[in-house]
Structure formats: C-alpha cells, structure tokens
C-alpha cells in the first residue's frame, strides 16, 4: 500500500510539473500548434520545425516546448512517433471514411456530395483546395471530416481518389518553346495541362485538341499529359460542337455491336404478338411534335363513346419490348440515359433503327404501344383508366403549328379531334393550378441556321395551346401511372417505382425571392398554403412587361432541381403527391425503367429491388444534368457565334446579374446575356452591395439592380470562353 502510495504522489508531481509548464506558454500558440499538425495530418513534425513554424522565439519557451509535446501526447491530444510528433486527424479520420463525388464551385474550393443510403440525406461538405489531393471535378473520392475553428464549420479533407470522372479533357493548344500547355474548356476544370513538346504530336498552336493525363506527382501544380486528338482549328463550327461533345462526355456514334444488334431485329411485327395487344388501330390517332421531330414518343386516340364520353388514348412509343434486361442495347441506353439536344444536331439514346424507325410511333404504318386508356368526359373528369400494351396505327402527323392553326381556325382535317382535347386539356391544366401548380417556364431559344451551322437569327420559342394540349394528356399519363403504382402494396409497403420528384422550395430562397420582387413593387404571400397561388399571380402580373423574364429567372431559382428516385415524395411543381415519367422512352432511360415496372405489376410480379433501381434512378438523374449543361453550352456558343456579327452596334437590355466584379445583361430581342464589367465604367468607382443587391458609383451616386432597362454596346465575343462583354452607353 506505501508503495502505492509513493507511485501516486510521484505521478501526482509529475502531472502538476506538465500543468506548470505547459502552462507557461499561452493557450493560444498551444493551439498554434495543434493546427500546425492538423493541416498536415500525414506528416510527422520535428520540434525544430515546429518552432519555426510556429515562431517560438523566447528561449524559455523553446526549452519547455518538449515537456509541453509530450503533456499534449499523454493527453491524447496529438501523436508522438519516434521524435515527431504528428495531428491525430488521421486516427480519427480512418474510423469516419466516407465516400463521395467532387462538385468544384470555384478554383478554391468544391462540394463534396456524400453517397448516402436509399431515404437518408446529408448536406453537402465543403473541401478547400489544399485538402482536395488532386480530385478533379465528378471524382468519386473517400474523404474524412474535421472541425475547422478558424471558420466554425465542419470541412473535409480527401484521403483517396477511388474513381476519376475522366483524365481526357478538351482544350485549347499554347505552344512555346519548350514545353505547351492545353488549357481546358471544361469550366469546373481548374488545371492547365502541362504538356511535353515531344507529346504534341501534330498538333498546332491554337488547335482544339484532347489531352490525356498520363501523370501527376504529389506536389506539382498541374498534372502532366499527352495530345491524343486534334478536333481542328478554334473556331470551326464542327470543332466547337465536337469540343462540347467531348467536354461532357457525349459519344460521337453508337459502338458497331450495338447498331448491329439494333439493324438485327425485324421490321415486321409478328402476328402472337398483335394478338397479345389490345387493338387501337381502328382508333383515330395522331402524333404533334415540332416540325424538325424525327423520333415521335407519343400519339393521342380520342374516340366519341356511346354514353356521351371520350376514349382517350395516351399511346407511348414501346421501346422495352425492343430494349430488353442483358443485351447490348440495353447497356447503351443505360450508359447514355438520355438524348442530348445540342443546337445543330442531336445525340440519341437508342439507335437510328428504333428511335427513328420501329420504336417511333411514324405515320401510316402499325406501330406498337405501351398506353393509358382514359374515359374522360368534357370537363376532363376521369371515370375509368387502364394501361397496358396496344398496337396502333397513326393517321396523320402533325407539326405543332398545323395544329395551332386547326385550334385556331377551326378548320381543317382533325380539326374537331384537336379541338375537343384541347378543350379537355384547358380543363385539366386549370384543375392543376387549382390544386398548387406553378407555372413559371423557361423561355427556349430558336436558332436559324445556315448550311455551315451559322447562325442567321434567333428569337424566343412561344408555347401556344398546341404544346399545352400535348403537356396536358403527358402530365395526365405520368400521373395516374405513379398513384396506380404507388397504391399497390407487398407487406404493407409500396412496390418500387421510379418516381419523378421535386421538392419543396427553400424557405430562405423564398424570402429573398420576396424581397426582390417586392423592389419592382410586387408582394408575394409565403404563407405554405398560399405559395403557389401568390406565385402564380406574379406571373400573370408581370406578363409583358419588362421584367418578366428576369422576375421569372430568379423565381424558378428559387425552386429546388427535379431527380429521378425510388422515393415517393411528390412533385412541387406540378403540384402532385405522386409523379413519375412514363412518356419519353425514347429519350429518356427512366421512362423505360418505368414501362418496365408498370408491366411487372400488372403481370402480378413482387416488388423490385429497390437498392438496384435507386441506383439507376441517381446515375439517370446524374446524366440529366450533363445533358443540361452540354444543350447551354451549344446554345451559349451559337449566342456568341451570333452576336460576334454585331461587335460596336447598340442594343437594349436588362441588368439580370450582379456580381462584385460587374452586371450581367440580357438582351430584349435575343435573350444573349454578356457582361459588363465595372472596370470599363470608367467615369467613376462602382461597388456592388450584396445585402441591397445595389451597384454603386461612389462618386456620383450612379445605381444598377436587377431588372434595370440599359443601353449596351456589343464589345467583344470570346469563342472559346463562349463570353461576350458589354459597355454601358
């Protein structure tokens, strides 16, 4: 027991001599030090290096900074290995590895999207440069987290790049004496790609060209590659729509085996197999899709029944009885998941054969179908519904202008079909915004275009009750096709579904949306109930005038991104508890995926696995956005192609950004938007309030906001960068 006692007291004065010099040195320089470790938690630390570092200049406190390491080691506060002493981040990191996909923002730091399980959520975590271990943009990376005090949040640090996006990036050639430099077009790409002499192969200065990364070591600051293609001379239209092709990973062709398989099946329809169908050949049934459609998803049959009602027919183009589970053309699909429509040319999902050929519902031949069968009457009230497989016959192809003209005039072939579904449609879509629809819309921009693929003109496209009509009956079909899924139940649960969700805005976006609006003199009421509602009578309110289409672009920003998933949640937007995509199998996976389901269930099939298609619904919803992004950069690139024909004419726009380095502004006419920059206003200092969302002239008093009607002057165009700059008048 005495020696116990002893061994106690010894510890006791062993601990108290660590507490008194530790704590001649200041809790502040202690916590210097601690961060010193952490920012570099895989590297040991000398004690030479950390008084450096640290800038430990008093002797007296050099000669106690051993005593107090250890103290901080016997704490658990940091490690001590041999004679360094190393942060124990890593430690704790080892037992918290995630994994997620990098989403860079800006050269200095990314988002990092955590895979989390079906139904779970997590926010994204912000990653600084320094802790990004070379992950590039779309990477699937493992990372750990940390507290970091100095900005009072939680950030992550990438241990491991388990995946690259891609290591072939399109570019621009700088050739120099030396060595050369590919500098990307891919905007979230923030490298320049070092590029040997000997590795450029043909290329010349200038050229557009693909680089491979072949290398980056630990500390150099851009990775190292070689030229693998030259796509041709900047500038060149086919060049340029190559190169965005490429920036976003679109294929240029189908691989050989899978257009030999598409070209393998028959053009004839078997017999057992229209015997298998319900028969809606005899119906009068009609395709209306813009006039440069070649691929036709969906026809409509409208047949007068005996009590009074309407048989509508919402016929979709059956492309799962092509597509099947295992082959190559499946694997494609999946692999695209959607067509892209770039401004001159479009990349399919499914091979010319079927998107084009026997899956498109084309006129005056019998085409199989997978439908949902309405008895509607005249208010658009459903009495009974249907869905399952049909072979149909199409009478007529209609471009949506020929069927404006026929709800116009009243007159020509169909002309009654037409106008009693757009009758019906006018019901269905007031109905909707009765029930909490939204209906602000993005206005879409039409190209003129020359044999080269120059643009000659551009105008906004109008929406007109043709278009509406279509949307309606698509909307109807996606709809009863989700609830009829959704009321089905294995074990008390709903079966897996493919569903189309949105969800609900975010309520601080909301309110500095209403504060916004509230400066053209709008009030928005954002009580939860009345949101919609108050949205939708802004629309009205700002229709035609000025600031329409700015008021209408930061509303729609307000609203969170549509994905596809297994989920149940609803459709905002729309205005529907339960949603899904059932009409565009041609051009979208998901929808296959949905016919595929619909088919199942109707076979009496159990439930499918739901891991497996919450997987497909996140790699569909990833392409999506690709898509996205690819149809803006062709539209931006033929905006600037345009608008370099008008370098010093005047133009009218509306200020429709501000940023602290300049405003953007739309045109009225072309809908181009370009920059301009407060360094060119040179009359006087302009300083952008982001609180006020005011720019300033210090001097004169000067003030720009949003919606603000200017005179510019075009003043230059940027190709590569697909930029145009503006002066104020």
């Not at 202690?30 to 470790?37: P, S, T």
């Not at 987290?145 to 990036?169: H, L, P």
Request: hydrophobic letters at 35%; aromatic letters at 8%.
């Amino acid at each position: 027991m005495a020696k116990t006692r002893k061994k106690n007291i010894k510890e006791n004065k062993k601990s108290k001599k660590k507490v008194q010099r530790r704590s001649s040195l200041n809790s502040h320089t202690i916590q210097n030090i601690i961060e010193l470790l952490n920012s570099r938690p895989e590297m040991g630390f000398s004690l030479r290096q950390i008084v450096k570092d640290v800038r430990i200049k008093s002797q007296t406190d050099k000669d106690k900074l051993k005593y107090i390491m250890i103290a901080l080691a016997d704490e658990g506060k940091i490690l001590l290995k041999g004679k360094k002493y190393q942060s124990i981040l890593l430690q704790e990191e080892q037992q918290n590895t995630r994994t997620a996909t990098v989403d860079f923002v800006n050269p200095k730091f990314a988002f990092l999207v955590v895979d989390t399980p079906v139904g779970e959520e997590v926010e994204d975590i912000r990653v600084l440069l320094p802790n990004m271990n070379r992950a590039l943009n779309g990477d699937k990376v493992e990372f750990t987290t940390f507290y970091n005090r100095q900005r009072k949040r939680d950030e992550a640090k990438i241990t491991k790049i388990v995946k690259r996006e891609k290591d072939e990036f399109v570019g621009q050639l700088q050739i120099s004496e030396r060595f050369a430099f590919v500098v990307a077009s891919d905007r979230k790409m923030f490298y320049d790609l070092f590029i040997p002499i000997e590795k450029i192969g043909d290329a010349q200065n200038g050229d557009k060209v693909i680089a491979k990364i072949t290398q980056w070591k630990q500390n150099d600051k851009s990775p190292t590659g070689k030229i693998t293609k030259v796509l041709g001379k900047a500038g060149d239209n086919e060049t340029e729509i190559h190169s965005i092709m490429f920036e976003f990973g679109l294929p240029f062709e189908f691989p050989k085996e899978v257009d030999a398989e598409a070209n393998a099946i028959p053009d004839e329809i078997p017999e057992d197999e229209i015997k298998n169908r319900k028969d809606f050949r005899d119906r009068t049934t009609f395709t209306i899709d813009p006039v440069t459609a070649k691929d036709f998803d969906d026809a409509l049959s409208i047949r007068k029944m005996k009590n009074g009602h309407y048989e509508i027919g919402v016929h979709i183009a059956d492309v799962s009885h092509y597509v099947t589970p295992g082959s190559l053309l499946e694997e494609e699909a999946f692999k695209r998941a959607t067509s892209v429509y770039l401004v001159d040319r479009t990349v399919p999902m499914l091979p010319e054969k079927l998107s084009n050929g026997l899956c498109s519902l084309n006129p005056h031949v019998d085409r199989l179908a997978f439908a949902a069968i309405f008895e509607m009457d005249e208010t658009g009230k459903v009495y009974k519904q249907s869905f399952g497989r049909t072979v149909i016959h199409s009478d007529r192809r209609f471009s949506y202008e020929e069927a404006q003209e026929r709800i116009e005039s009243k007159e020509g072939d169909f002309q009654e079909e037409i106008n009693t579904l757009n009758d019906i449609a006018h019901k269905l879509r007031d109905a909707r915004f009765r029930n909490g629809a939204i209906s602000f819309e993005s206005i879409e921009l039409k190209f003129d275009l020359d044999e080269n693929g120059k643009p000659t003109g551009l105008t906004p496209k109008i929406r007109k009750d043709a278009h509406k009509m279509i949307e309606e009956f698509m909307l109807l079909a996606n709809k009863r096709v989700a609830e009829s899924i959704f009321r089905k139940k294995q074990d008390g649960k709903p079966m897996t579904m493919v569903y189309r969700v949105h969800g609900d805005p975010d309520p601080d976006k909301l309110a500095q949306f209403a504060t916004f609006a509230k400066r053209f003199g709008y009030d928005l009421d954002l009580t939860e109930k009345k949101i919609a509602f108050s949205l939708n009578n802004l629309t009205e309110e700002v229709e035609g005038k000025p600031e329409q289409n700015i008021i209408e672009q930061q509303a729609i920003r307000t609203m969170a991104k549509a994905i596809y998933t297994t989920n149940p949640e609803g459709h905002y937007g729309l205005g529907f508890a339960h949603y899904t995509h059932f009409t565009s199998p041609i051009r979208r996976y998901p929808d296959v995926m949905v016919h595929r389901l619909l088919q199942h269930y109707l076979d009496k099939g159990k439930s499918a696995d739901e891991n497996e298609f919450e997987d497909r619904c996140k790699h569909s919803s990833a392409r999506e956005k690709v898509a996205a992004d690819a149809e803006r950069a062709s539209i931006k690139y033929k905006q600037v192609e345009f608008m370099s024909e008008f370098l010093g004419e005047e133009m009218e726009g509306t200020v429709s950004g501000l940023t602290d380095w300049g405003m953007f502004i739309e045109l009225k006419d072309t809908r181009c938007e370009g920059l301009v920059r407060y360094s060119s206003m040179t009359h006087d200092q302009f300083i952008f309030d982001p609180d006020t969302m005011i720019v300033t002239g210090q001097k004169y008093k000067e003030t720009y906001q949003l919606g603000d009607e200017v005179k510019v002057i075009v003043k230059e165009t940027n190709i590569e960068k697909r930029s145009i700059d503006f002066d104020i008048v």
